[in-house]
């Protein structure tokens, strides 16, 4: 352990020494190296989806679930969604320097302004995508990074490290900014959750198991993204033929990603009318019904463990509800803190959902699907944070930067 620790001091301190000119550098060369690692990407797409191919073979060998397979296969049309993103993330505003300034009584200026964070580690799973976006905005705000993949996604996350760093270094920086560990062991990871000093802000991105073990052993600050136990509430009012399209939406377009639906909540009141028909909208995916649901419809028996579980798979839960104010319960208690949805026309209901409901993100008549840094405008994410502090929801650039202030007088003390 302690040669893997000494390893990956030594990797933070070639990339702490490459970001001091990173943090002083103009929004302008910022965003020139996003656009040359961009193109660097878009260049390179022969050896990084001949990289990709080597995890997809390996994953199905290893008997990996479909709907992880999908999460971690990329293709021309991936990786031009990959690099167009980065560009999108160029175009907007800096953010950093900008701020409030204000003049005290006493004549001293105030200025507020946003700085880099400054060695951001990220852990994650097989999604290779999170490896550009990584880079992006960490790059764009001014950070430093350190990414430690899943295995799953080896190969593919290497050649887009090597592509990035390409980019970065025809753009002018150094390709230090970008760090890796030479392999992807749990000592490894372990190690870097224990780099005080040298690592700032510690992000998992993943399942519940991954996020847990961060948490418990992480000496560095932590930020909790990703476990998505997301819930739909169609209560009585609803229009039913928009809520089984919401339902289906939140649950199968892409049911492996943390926003994906994984339990449906039905008002008793129409559970008899509209459990059979999300029954045959949902026709591939298992459903696990409570005493009531199973009573109505044929499905298996859910437990109370189906409650909490994210499946990221076609597999939901279903409940049936007294009410929306059962719901929020119900819902609050088994949540992650991701995203809640009600499918409502009753305004009294929406108002106490959006009230009540403790989490992240709450939507009224709108699949969960949204929470996306990209859907909100934010351009590429770093993670769905699900936590209070310093961020929470789809943390963008300016969840990537902190403060400083910098006092101007004239020959002011303090008495």
């Known amino acids: 352990m302690n040669n893997i620790k000494e390893n990956l001091i030594n990797k933070c301190v070639l990339a702490k020494k490459a970001g001091k000119l990173l943090a002083v ?4 060369a910022r965003n020139n190296a996003l656009l040359a690692m961009a193109d660097s990407l878009e260049k390179n797409e022969k050896l990084i989806l001949e990289a990709n191919a080597k995890d997809i073979e ?20 991936r990786i031009k969604g990959i690099s167009d993103a980065m560009r999108k993330v160029a175009a907007l505003p800096d953010p950093l320097g900008s701020g409030e300034v204000w003049t005290r009584p006493n004549g001293l200026m105030i200025r507020k302004v946003k700085v ?23 790059i764009k705000s001014g950070n430093t990074v350190f990414l430690r993949g899943g295995k799953e996604a080896f190969f593919s996350n290497t050649a887009i490290i090597s592509a990035l760093r390409e980019g970065l270094e025809k753009s002018g920086f150094s390709g230090d900014l970008i760090q890796t560990p030479d392999d992807t062991s749990r000592e490894t990871a372990t190690a870097l959750m224990t780099l005080s000093g040298y690592v700032d802000l510690l992000i998992p991105r993943g399942g519940k198991s991954l996020i847990r073990s961060v948490v418990d052993n992480a000496t560095v600050p932590v930020i909790e993204t990703g476990a998505g136990n997301c819930h739909v509430y169609v209560e009585k009012t609803a229009d039913l033929e928009m809520a089984a399209r919401i339902v289906k939406n939140a649950k199968m377009q892409r049911p492996s990603v943390c926003n994906a639906a994984e339990n449906l909540l039905v008002d008793r009141e129409i559970a008899n009318d509209f459990l059979p028909v999300i029954k045959k909208v949902l026709e591939g995916t298992e459903l696990r019904g409570c005493e009531e649901t199973v009573g109505i419809i044929d499905v298996a028996s859910a437990t109370e463990e189906d409650f909490f579980t994210e499946y990221d798979d076609y597999i939901m839960s279903l409940k049936v509800v007294d009410g929306y104010k059962e719901a929020v319960e119900h819902i609050n208690v088994h949540s992650t803190g991701h995203s809640e949805a009600i499918i409502t026309r009753n305004t009294e209901a929406a108002d106490y959902f959006t009230a009540n409901i403790d989490s992240a993100a709450v939507y009224v008549n709108a699949s969960t699907r949204f929470t996306d840094g990209e859907e909100f405008g934010f351009g590429a994410e770093i993670g769905i944070s699900t936590q209070r502090l310093h961020a929470r929801g789809p943390m963008g650039l300016s969840e990537m930067t902190t403060v400083k202030y910098i006092v101007v007088g004239n020959g002011q003390t303090r008495g």
């Open 58 to 77: 390996k994953a199905k060998e290893n008997g990996i679930k479909e709907a992880m397979v999908d999460r971690l296969m990329l293709n021309s049309q």
């Open 25 to 28: 550098s103009t929004g302008e």
């Open 116 to 138: 880099p964070l400054g060695n951001i580690a990220i852990i994650y799973e097989s999604r290779p995508n999170v490896t550009a976006d990584a880079v992006c905005l960490c």
